[in-house]
């Protein structure tokens, strides 16, 4: 009679043990999904920017984004949020939404996309900042670690030597700088809300409030638009990026922060110029290097940092139920 009491005691763990393992793969692979979808729009967007005006393109992304999104939270039976949560999605809309995308549309304009990517890997380094200054996160010695190794991976692959400081790119580059510390901002300041509200109640009502400032700056440029004039493979462009790098990216990075932390997601933007190559390589014939093979290496030697200590206590909390 004990030995079938002992062989479920020790199965159960087990089990449980494989449910936290499992939940872990689906976290990691939601967010390279999410990386992937973004990397995709710096390939897509440079196909259909030179027929679509950027700010009128932003104008296209939230008008659908936000319907999509309320649509999601309504179907999962999310109710209206109380009235005190108001100023926090505004917020979040404001750095998340608003700046994060008119900020570097706009300074893409003044700058160049080398140096726009060369800047994008300082979004895990002002979120190591902000989470700290503000008491959100606990930055230990291994995420430390890890941030600066992913953070070094996406240099090696994107060369920072090429980086030009000409007074013609100064204004793009601050610009640059600002939307990564807007979207590293937004990143670590839903962390508490998502812990407090659905995450998608917290992504549609951040949407609702940062279409309006997007609407204000853009609104003009996408009415002037000359829709019947783009081709449909202009069209299907714009279609990848509504889905893909908008709507499916902000609800994937909201789903997994709420699981995890803001600076595993931060961190996984640096794999962005990876997978930006990758797909550079399938769609444009561009040639992978070795520099790019390291880069990599020590994208996911960070990422295995940042996100261990949060994996274990993930599969403990797991053996215990």
Known sequence: ??????????????????????????????????????????????????????LALACMRVLFA??????????????????????????????????????????????????????????????????????????????????????????????????????????????????????????????????QLPWQTVIAGAFVFGTLGVLAVGGTTLVKLPASSLSPATWMGVLYILVFPTALSYLLNSWAIQRSSALLAAAYTTLQPLLTALLSRLFLSEILTGRQAIGFALIASGLWCVSWRAGRNSRRREVDR
């Open 1 to 54: 009679m004990e030995s079938p009491t002992r062989s479920s005691t020790t199965e159960k763990p087990s089990h449980a043990a494989q449910s936290g393992e499992q939940s872990l793969v689906t976290l990691h692979l939601a967010l390279l999904a999410v990386q992937a979808s973004f990397s995709g729009f710096h390939v897509v967007g440079k196909m259909i920017l030179a027929d679509i005006p950027p």
């Open 66 to 195: 936000t319907p999509v999104l309320l649509l999601i939270a309504a179907r999962r039976g999310a109710q209206f949020p109380a009235l005190r949560w108001l100023p926090k999605l505004a917020l979040l809309g404001f750095l998340g939404v608003f700046l994060n995308q008119v900020l570097f549309i706009v300074g893409l304009g003044y700058t160049t996309p080398t140096n726009a990517a060369i800047l994008m890997p300082s979004i895990p380094a002002f979120a190591v900042g902000v989470a700290a200054l503000l008491g959100l996160e606990r930055i230990g010695p291994y995420r430390l670690l890890g941030v600066v190794l992913a953070i070094c991976g996406a240099l090696v692959i994107l060369d920072p030597t090429r980086f030009s400081l000409g007074d013609s790119t100064l204004f793009g580059n601050l610009l640059i700088l600002l939307n990564c510390l807007s979207y590293a901002t937004f990143l670590v300041l839903q962390r508490p809300v998502l812990r």
